[in-house]
């Protein structure tokens, strides 16, 4: 019984570690979002009707488990797209996008929020990132903040597109 319990508790430590190590409180991560910046080492990929020009339209949670709608220009189309995350055994966050994704939250805060993604598909890794905004748009200081930690992921100032003037199929919203 006690091996048991133990056996529990650490299932649930460890489940619950691997969400907090990315995103503290999935609850406050919910609601609206904009796609403000996007930015990727191969910058083809986040230019209009790329396949990770992917805009955010909202977030929820639900058991833990972090699921998104988004809108997605399809051969000149707005579509759209939802996502659903899952933890894998190596406790990261993962997502089936366009071949197969690593995520975490990079920085958060009430009016923002850094996904930075590592895209694997037919074999070849892209990363990207994603600077949502509460509003359509946001300050200076945010978005000097992503490009810093593009920076870190090694995506240049010059592979960074702010989408704040862009139509990001706002129709569909
Ligand atoms: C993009 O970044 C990934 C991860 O660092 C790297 O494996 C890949 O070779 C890079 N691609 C290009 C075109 O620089």
């Not at 080492?41 to 992917?54: A, M, R």
């Not at 366009?98 to 009016?111: H, R, Y």
């Not at 598909?121 to 949502?132: F, H, N, Q």
Request: glycine fraction near 8%; charged fraction near 30%.
């Amino acid at each position: 019984m006690k091996m048991l319990l133990l056996t529990l508790g650490l299932t649930l430590i460890c489940g619950l570690h691997a969400l907090k190590n990315n995103i503290e409180d999935p609850k406050k991560i919910t609601g609206e979002w904009f796609t403000v910046v996007l930015a990727s080492n191969v910058t083809s990929k986040i230019e209009e009707g790329g396949s990770l020009e992917l805009f955010v339209k909202s977030l929820s949670e639900h058991d833990g488990i972090l699921s998104g709608e988004f809108l997605k220009r399809e051969n000149g189309k707005c579509i759209p797209v939802s996502l659903t995350a899952f933890t894998g055994e190596d406790g990261e966050m993962h997502f089936t996008y366009d071949g197969f994704n690593d995520f975490s939250a990079q920085s958060m805060d009430s009016e923002h929020l850094i996904f930075i993604m590592y895209n694997t598909k037919d074999g070849e890794v892209t990363v990207w990132g994603e600077l949502y905004g509460r509003e359509k748009t946001l300050p200076e200081e945010i978005k000097k903040k992503f490009e810093k930690i593009c920076e870190r992921f090694g995506i240049r100032k010059d592979q960074i597109r702010d989408v704040s003037n862009d139509d990001r199929c706002q129709k569909l919203r």
